[in-house]
Every structure is written in structure tokens, then in C-alpha cells.
């Protein structure tokens, strides 16, 4: 089944097109726009499509009790609570209408996740060209539905769900009038072991639904997310950072920006590898063709007359002989002049 391509500001995303490259910036500027600019320069240099954020209102995201993710205590402390957390990394509407004016100025485009109905209304009206929905909102229908009536394209992100919640999540918004929906397939845990991503889930999700895909990578380094673009991601999300050694929650599981540029560059390097799967010799294939296939040879002298057998011949190189797959058409013939040993065998030579 082909799957057709969907557009994003300027870039197409789907089969014959370049992976499309989300840099997650997320709250990794620790609630400073000047961070959040410089994470921007990072992204358009290290040669992404996107630099993406987070927009939240802490207030109509997470009630002042709820408890921290593990990883969470471990890079931020038990102290201060994840209300507290969220609270300082909040960014105003007003520092999203500049992030996203630097973005445009720097020709990189600019998303950012909505947590909540009021800031993806807010990034509709800022004029986002797509939204991203993180993994935690995958079983929140109503806010499926409120996104997709917006009618821009959905990436979405499946971690934590099971094929039965990302089919009731895929419904939901093709039910709002929506079918321009790319599946992410992730692994929710900060940092990723490698022995839990199962990208091959991300095929099964191409399968299922008949949608473009693509993978959101948690795990430390490059590896998972270039082997997700040879098994044919078409979108992938990598976190970055600044410095990984700056407090906040998820510095300590990002690239740092030598390494998101050395990703992206894999990346590129592993698109070009994989070609377009059409079986045939490659240009630099044709020239060696010559040289390493091999021609029907004389293996003794064969005098003139003699009934050409199996025993008088071998096959060597070059190739600008007779070829070997021809060999039922020279035995049981005679020569008709003497060839000598060691010797290509030509058409014009047996009768």
C-alpha cells in the first residue's frame, strides 16, 4: 500500500522524501527565552527541520499534589514539586510570539507541543503549521478531537499505549475530520534503554493504520534513531540540549549540540545508503562489471574440428567473452580454427 505525503510548512514528508527532523528543544531553556533563542541557533546549525517546544499552562496541566517521575527526583531533586517545576520552566505566550518570529528569521520552522486546550488554541492563532501531541495526551480523546478540528497536520506520539489505545486515539481524530496524522512511535522513559525501544513497533504501527510513521527517541546517543530511519522513519524527534550538565529535568538525556549535529548528518548519510530499492548496477557497479564477472575460457589448446566438452573449458576473468550462463550453447559445438589455451572463447570461433 502507498501511503501518500503530507506537508508541513515547506517540507513534504513521506515515501522518496527526506526524513523530516524535529530538534526537541522542549524545556530545556529553564524558562529563559535567551536559552530558548540559542536552542534555536543550535537546531537551524546542526541542519534539523524543526525546533520544537513545549507550551503549557502549569494551572490547567497538573494539580499542586501530583508527584514527580522518577527521573524527574533524580535531576531536579524530591524538594520541589512537579506543580513548582513546570511552574518555573513556564514560558509566557508573549516569549512564543518571539520564539517564533526568531524561528521565521532564522528559516527553521517552529512547533511546539500544547499540553492543554488553551495553548494549542494559542499556537493555532500563532499560526503553528502542524501540531505535536505528546505521548501523554494519547488516551485524552477530547483533546484529540478539539486538535484535530483545527484540521492542522497531527504528529503523534504512541508511548505508553498499546495498538488498542492508539486505535481508539487514530479514530478519535480521523472521526473530528481529520486524516493527516503521522504516528510516532516512542518509548516513554528518560533515558531509553536500548533494550526497550522495539522499533519494530513502529513498523507494526504502519501495518495497522496505513499512516506515515516515524520514531521520538528517549534513548542516550544516535544509534536508535538512525537504525529508526533505515527501517523507514519518516519523521524523527531527538531532545537537545545546550549543556548537559545544566539543572533541569531533561538535560541529562538530550544530545548536546556537536551531537545533534553529528545525528543529523548519520541521518543523512544513512538515507542516502538506503537508496530507492530498485535492484539494478549502481554507476560505479557498471565500470567494474569488466573486471570482476567472468568469460568462457579455453582451459587447454583446442585444435580445429574437435568437439568442444566441459573438461576444455573454464571460466576467468574478464567478462568480454562469452558469459558462463552461455555455456550450454559452445559445448557440443566445433572449433572452427584452432584456439589456443587461456584464451577467451568467441562465437565466430565454433560452429
Not at 480523546?141 to 505508553?160: N, Q, R
Not at 496524522?181 to 528518560?190: D, E, G, N, R
Not at 519523521?235 to 553529528?262: I, N, R, W
Not at 550453447?329 to 584456439?339: P, Q
Request: charged share 30%.
Amino acid at each position: 500500500m502507498r501511503i501518500g505525503k503530507i506537508k508541513i510548512g515547506k517540507k513534504l514528508i513521506g515515501e522518496g522524501s527526506p526524513c523530516f527532523i524535529i530538534a526537541e528543544a522542549g524545556v530545556n531553556h529553564n524558562g529563559s527565552l535567551k536559552l530558548a533563542k540559542e536552542l534555536i541557533d543550535v537546531a537551524k546549525e546542526a541542519g534539523a527541520d524543526v525546533v520544537k517546544f513545549q507550551t503549557w499552562i502549569t494551572e490547567e496541566i497538573i494539580t499542586k499534589t501530583a508527584p514527580k517521575a522518577e527521573y524527574q527526583n533524580e535531576t531536579t531533586g524530591k524538594e520541589e514539586s512537579q506543580y513548582e517545576m513546570l511552574k518555573k520552566l513556564e514560558l509566557s505566550q508573549k516569549d512564543f510570539r518571539a520564539l517564533k518570529r526568531y524561528a521565521d528569521k532564522k528559516r527553521i520552522i517552529f512547533l511546539s507541543t500544547p499540553d492543554e486546550q488553551k495553548s494549542a488554541d494559542f499556537l493555532f492563532k500563532l499560526g503553528v503549521p502542524a501540531f505535536k501531541v505528546g505521548s501523554g495526551e494519547l488516551t485524552n480523546l477530547p483533546y484529540l478531537a478539539h486538535i484535530a478540528k483545527k484540521k492542522k497536520p497531527i504528529i503523534l506520539s504512541t508511548g505508553m499505549g498499546d495498538l488498542a489505545e492508539v486505535k481508539l486515539a487514530v479514530g478519535t481524530i480521523k472521526k473530528a475530520g481529520n486524516s493527516n496524522i503521522i504516528l510516532l512511535h516512542c518509548t516513554t522513559s528518560y533515558p531509553c534503554p536500548l533494550k526497550e525501544v522495539n522499533l519494530k513497533a513502529m513498523l507494526t504501527l504502519k501495518k495497522e493504520f496505513g499512516l506515515l510513521v516515524g520514531y521520538s527517541d528517549h534513548t542516550l546517543g544516535i544509534v536508535a534513531p538512525v537504525m529508526a530511519v533505515a527501517l523507514g522513519a519518516q519523521v524523527l524527534e531527538k531532545h537537545f540540549t545546550l549543556d548537559k550538565d545544566l539543572p533541569g529535568p531533561d538535560h541529562k538525556a538530550s544530545l548536546g549540540p556537536d551531537e545533534l549535529k553529528e545525528m543529523i548528518k548519520a541521518v543523512r548519510i544513512a538515507e542516502k545508503a538506503l537508496g530507492d530499492g530498485i535492484k539494478k548496477p549502481s554507476r560505479t557497479e557498471e565500470k567494474n562489471k569488466e573486471v570482476v564477472r567472468k568469460s568462457i575460457v579455453a582451459k587447454t589448446d583446442i585444435s580445429k574440428g574437435v568437439l568442444i566438452t566441459e573438461k576444455m573449458l573454464i571460466m576467468k576473468r574478464p567478462s568480454t567473452g562469452i558469459q558462463p550462463k552461455y555455456l550450454n550453447k559452445v559445448l557440443g559445438r566445433k572449433a572452427k580454427r584452432n584456439i589456443k589455451k587461456d584464451t577467451l572463447i568467441r562465437f565466430e570461433q565454433i560452429q
